[in-house]
């Protein structure tokens, strides 16, 4: 079964608009981090946000916000305000620490294209 | 350099052959990760490194692939009898301690084709 599933493989938005690109995760860990990185034509893994299992409140860093909904399993990503510059790869992850050792697990990605 | 340097950039090599991929973290970084991004797909985890030490490295497919990081800095990937599915971007990261909740600073991978 997979950690990490985000469900989206590509989607299209206007600019100026708010997007939620979803993320569902699987793990019997009380403790875990879940992330989401951009990832650019140009290849580079860039670090959005962060949210830990125990944080109370929704992540948030500038547009980007995390919309996490534990019971569910959920850590869907929302970024407001949409831009050119957002056309890119985006890929949840997770981190949890099962028998002493860390896994940090990647989803497939959801290929977001802003339209102008 | 202040970010995650990786070399090399590009590397082509034959079936079979030997390669050798080299990460170089932020300086100070004790946590150290190798990844493996297939096309379209997101990245793989292969090992993690705490200090000079393999703290999982669980993620490595087979024993033809082996990382070292021998005085707690650079590491190195090696790939033996290299195969064409090992085709891929080594993508080396890096952070702080290796917190839960640390980011991790990602280099730009090293894009390996095998012939």
């Known amino acids: 079964a997979q950690k990490i599933t985000q469900t989206q493989p590509g989607m299209f938005v206007q600019e100026k608009e708010a997007v939620t690109l979803d993320c569902t995760y699987d793990?019997?860990?009380?403790?875990?981090?879940l992330f989401w990185y951009k990832q650019p034509s140009s290849g580079e893994m860039i670090f959005l946000i962060y949210?830990?299992?125990?944080?109370?409140q929704n992540a948030t860093e500038g547009r980007y916000s995390l919309n996490f909904q534990k019971a569910r399993k959920s850590a869907n990503l929302v970024i407001s305000a949409s831009q050119l510059g957002d056309s890119a790869m985006y890929f949840c992850?997770?981190?949890?620490?099962?028998?002493?050792?860390?896994?940090?697990?990647f989803g497939k990605g959801t290929r977001l294209h802003i339209l102008p | 350099g202040a970010g995650v340097s990786q070399t090399p950039s590009n590397k082509v090599t034959e079936k079979g052959k030997y390669v050798e991929l080299r990460c170089d973290p932020i300086?100070?970084?004790?946590?150290l990760y190798w990844y493996r991004q297939s096309l379209g797909q997101g990245p793989e985890f292969l090992i993690y490194?705490?200090?000079?030490?393999?703290?999982?490295d669980s993620g490595l497919p087979n024993d033809r692939f082996f990382a070292v990081r021998p005085e707690g800095s650079v590491s190195t990937l090696k790939i033996q009898r290299t195969e064409r599915g090992d085709s891929a971007v080594y993508l080396c990261?890096?952070?702080?301690?290796?917190?839960?909740?640390?980011?991790?600073?990602f280099g730009p991978g090293t894009r390996l084709l095998v012939l």
């Open positions: 990261a890096s952070s702080l301690t290796g917190g839960r909740g640390e980011t991790q600073y």
């Open positions: 793990t019997s860990d009380q403790s875990y981090g």
């Open positions: 949210q830990g299992s125990y944080d109370e």
């Open positions: 992850a997770m981190r949890e620490r099962l028998n002493r050792d860390d896994k940090i697990i």
């Open positions: 300086s100070g970084h004790t946590a």
């Open positions: 490194f705490q200090g000079t030490g393999a703290a999982d």
